[in-house]
Each structure stands twice: as C-alpha cells, then as structure tokens.
C-alpha cells in the first residue's frame, strides 16, 4: 500500500514540474501589458505572508488521509446517489403528473365515455321495465283481482245446479200444464263469462227462459218508450183443437166450456202472471219468489244451506249461506225470446227513472256471452282481453259510465285488433287502446251498439233480421244535447285514466 502512495506522490511531481497553471499564464499576460489584474493585489498580499513551514508527513499519516478521503468521497457519492434517485423518482411523479394534466380534452372524453356508459346502463334498465311491469301485474291480477279458477268453476257449477232444483221446485209446485212457463236457465253476467270486477260478493246471473204454455202464444210489441229498444209481451189465446194433444189432453181453452169455467176459477196465467193480457215482470217476480219462501224445505239442499230472498221488484235475488259461513249471491232475471234468435227481452232494470211492469228492454246479455266464448276458441287460452275488461270495470266506481260502455269497448277492439295481439306482453297497450277509443268515442259524441247494425259481429251469432239490416245506436246520443253530461263524462274518463293507472302500479 505504502508503495503505491508513492508511486502516485512521484507521478503527480513529475506532472506539476514544468507545467504552468492557468493561473499563472493570466497573471504574467496582465503584468505585461502593464496594467494591474484584480487578483493582483490578493497574490502580492498572499505572497508577502509569512511562509508556515509543514512538518514533513510520513506515510502512515498519509495513508490515513488517503483512506479518510476514500470514506468521505463514498458516504459523498452514496448520499448524492440517494438524492439523485429521490430527485429522478420525484420528477418522474412529476412529469406523469404533468403530461396527464396538460390534456385536458382526454378529460373531457373520459367523462363524456362515463356518462354515455351510464346512459346506455339506464336505457338498458328501462328497456326491461315494461316486462317487469307486466311480470308484476300479472302477480297483481293473481293476488288481488282475478280469483280462483278451481273456486270460481266450483261456485258457478254449485249455482246451475241450485237453480237447476228451483225450477224443478216450481214445476212441481205448479204442476199444471197450463201453468208451465219456465224453461230452462242461461248463465250469462259477468261471473260467467270470467271478468267480475269484485273478488268477494259475486252475482252470479241466470236469464231463466218464459216459454207460452199450451194453448197460448207470445207476442212482441214494440215499445218507443226510451232511448233503447224495449217491448210489451202480449199473451193470447190460441185453439188447440186441431193441435196434437199431449195423451189424456183433449180440451180446448177456447172452445170446452168446462175448461173455460176452471181456467176462471182456478190459476191462470192470464190472471196471476199478467197486466191487462200482457206479461207483468213483478208479478212474476212475485210469483217465483213467493213459492221460494214456501216451498224451500223441500229441497235436501235446505238442511245444509239457509236460503235468504232479498227484496226486488223485477228480478229474484237470493242469498244463499252455506255451512261453513260462505255466501252466494244469485239473481234469476227472466226472459223471452225473440224467435230463434239469441235476442231476449228480459225484465233487467233499465236506465230510465221509473219503468211499468210491463215493459221488457231488450236483452243481448246471451248474445254477448256467445260472442265471449267465441273469442275464447279462437284466442290463446292466456288471452288477457277478460282482465283488461275486469280491471276497467273495477275502476269504474262512482261513475256515470256504465260495464255496458266498457264491454262495447272491449267487443269493439277485439274485431279490430288480432287476437294474436291480446297476449300478456300486450296487456298494458290494451289498457290504453281501451282508454283511447273512449276518449275518441267522447270527441265524436258517438259509440255504437255493438249488435246493431254492425257487420263485424260473428256469424255464430244469432241476430233477428232487423237488428243486421237496422242503422247503428248510438249510445253517447244524450251527450250531444247534454253539455253538462258531455263536460262530466270527460272529467270521469280522467279518474278512470287515474284510477286505473293507480290499480295496475298499486293493486288498489
């Protein structure tokens, strides 16, 4: 070690002898040219100090600076090295910094990618509403609206059959053959056809058919009394001969004096079921009632069930309570035919404020059950044209709009829409379809009897010539000449657009 420090000592000799400094060479140039050079002065002082004798150093001395130097120049170095890593890690932060924040646009793209990904995000959530809508009314019209299949078959099934056993009742207890009017009942009303609007409390509605016993004859007469079609059946003798007589039967009303004087003094329709020779609807309402009351116990059903007969001028209401507390409400109108036809004219109540007991509107109630079941073989059995018409129905509490209105709609839209298009996706579109065609109807003052002379009803239905080939009724008539019921039927379609919107969403 020794060695090489002197090897260096020489070297550096031998480099520095001979040599002149910068130094030097700048101060001989300005002493030449005479003129005095700022650090002149400093080196002539310098140069006038005292000169300090160093003692001579050996070489353990030197080699302990030389190792001294060594240590510092490497802690020097090190510490710089940090330093400089800190400064290159510092400026490298700050550099990406920098150039992220210079560009501002790129910015501005990410934010408008976020919000285009948000939006498409929210359409996407949107987009599935209207399944979800429809996923959620369908659970609504389960809970809350459409009632039971397997309850609604059973109770419908128990009430034909009980009527079914009333008018056996009243033929047995009228065993007269020319006292037998009834014929046979037809379910018709909503409970029947599938849409009643109420879960609980049902009506259940049977049209029970007056046929002329022998040796009478039905006849229809018009009646302009009211805005609809409405007749007075007229009950005539006939003589029955020359008819073919039932075996034992040879008398005539007409023209066997014995029978003229029993059918004076005994019962007769003429005399209990008739007004001035025209058929009476509370008479025979009456009638039918009066021998419920009576002869009830009769019936095996009357140690199970407790029969209620609940007040009513043209029909027969009844009540009828189970064992086990549950209720069912059925109402027996009564009707005759119009020739083949499926037109009646029944003793249903109409809309005027007073009607005489022997004026019968005309009924289309079996024809618009026809026109149901005819829908229902030729739409898919999931077909949801019955809950639209129930849910409309349901909304229409304390309005002036009448189910009839609604069901004209309804019959209306189905020969105009495909059946295809009556299927669950479809059912809120129809609600709205429904709600469109009134509000057009209130525009032109104008909504026509489906079965008057209209050519889209089905040709299984039965019609009388008159009804194919008469011009069409118009059952908004009285809101043209009404302005004060046109402006109200307007404020109601309102509440029916709100009421119904609040059933679908809410389930009340």
């Known amino acids: 070690m020794d060695g090489v420090i002197r090897n260096m000592e020489a070297t550096l000799d ?76 510092g400026f490298a932060w700050a550099s990406l910094l920098q150039s992220a924040l210079q560009p501002w646009h790129c910015w501005a793209v990410a934010g408008v ?72 009942a037809i379910e018709v ?17 049977l049209l029970v058919l007056l046929k002329p016993p022998r040796g009478h004859t039905f006849h229809l007469e018009p009646s302009h009394l009211g805005p609809v079609r409405n007749f007075c059946v007229r009950v005539d003798l006939v003589c029955t001969c020359e008819m073919e007589q039932p075996a034992g039967e040879t008398r005539c009303f007409l023209h066997d004096h014995e029978e003229e004087q029993w059918r004076n003094e005994g019962p007769s329709i003429l005399h209990d079921l008739c007004t001035d020779s025209y058929l009476d609807v509370q008479k025979i309402a009456r009638c039918f009632q009066d021998m419920l009351r009576h002869s009830w116990r009769i019936l095996p059903e009357s140690a199970t069930h407790r029969l209620t007969v609940l007040p009513s001028d043209r029909s027969c209401k009844l009540q009828v309570t189970q064992g086990g507390g549950k209720r069912l409400f059925i109402e027996l109108m009564f009707g005759v035919r119009q020739g083949d036809s499926d037109i009646f004219v029944s003793s249903q109540n109409t809309e005027a404020a007073y009607t005489p007991s022997t004026m019968w509107p005309e009924s289309y109630a079996v024809a618009e059950m026809k026109f149901f079941r005819h829908i229902a073989s030729q739409a898919h059995p999931d077909s ?14 304390d309005t002036d709009f009448s189910t009839c209105t609604l069901k004209t709609i309804v019959m209306h839209l189905l020969t105009i829409i495909p059946l295809t298009d009556w299927s669950r996706r479809d059912l809120l579109e129809r609600l709205e379809d429904i709600l469109q065609y009134l509000q057009s109807c209130l525009e032109d003052g104008c909504l026509n009897h489906f079965f008057i002379g209209n050519d889209q009803v089905p040709e299984e239905i039965i019609l009388p010539q008159a009804l194919r080939t008469a011009e069409p009724l118009n059952l908004f008539h009285h809101l043209e000449q009404d302005s ?15 009421r119904l919107r609040t059933l679908v969403l809410q389930g009340r």
């Open 14 to 89: 031998l480099h520095l002898k001979g040599r002149t400094t910068p130094f030097q060479l700048a101060y001989t140039r300005f002493s030449e040219d005479g003129h005095d050079h700022p650090l002149h002065s400093s080196f002539v002082e310098r140069k006038a100090l005292p000169k300090v004798e160093r003692e001579p150093e050996g070489p353990e001395t030197k080699a302990k600076k030389i190792k001294k130097l060594e240590v510092e120049e490497r802690s020097r170095e090190q510490s710089n090295q940090e330093q400089s890593n800190q400064e290159q890690s």
């Open 113 to 184: 990618l976020v919000l285009l990904l948000g939006l498409c995000w929210w359409l996407r959530k949107r987009s599935r509403e209207p399944e979800r809508g429809a996923n959620d009314l369908r659970r609504l019209l389960a809970q809350h609206i459409q009632r039971p299949v397997q309850n609604w078959d059973r109770e419908s099934e128990a009430v034909k059959y009980l009527v079914e056993r009333f008018i056996l009742l009243f033929k047995y207890v009228f065993f007269d053959p020319w006292y037998q009017v009834l014929e046979d």
């Open 189 to 205: 009303g909503s409970a029947f056809e599938g849409w009643s609007p109420r879960q609980e409390d049902i009506t259940y509605r």
């Open 384 to 397: 949801i044209h019955l809950r639209c018409l129930q849910l409309c129905a349901r909304s229409l509490l």
């Open 484 to 498: 004060d019921a046109c402006e109200n039927a307007w404020l109601e379609l309102l509440m029916l657009r709100h």
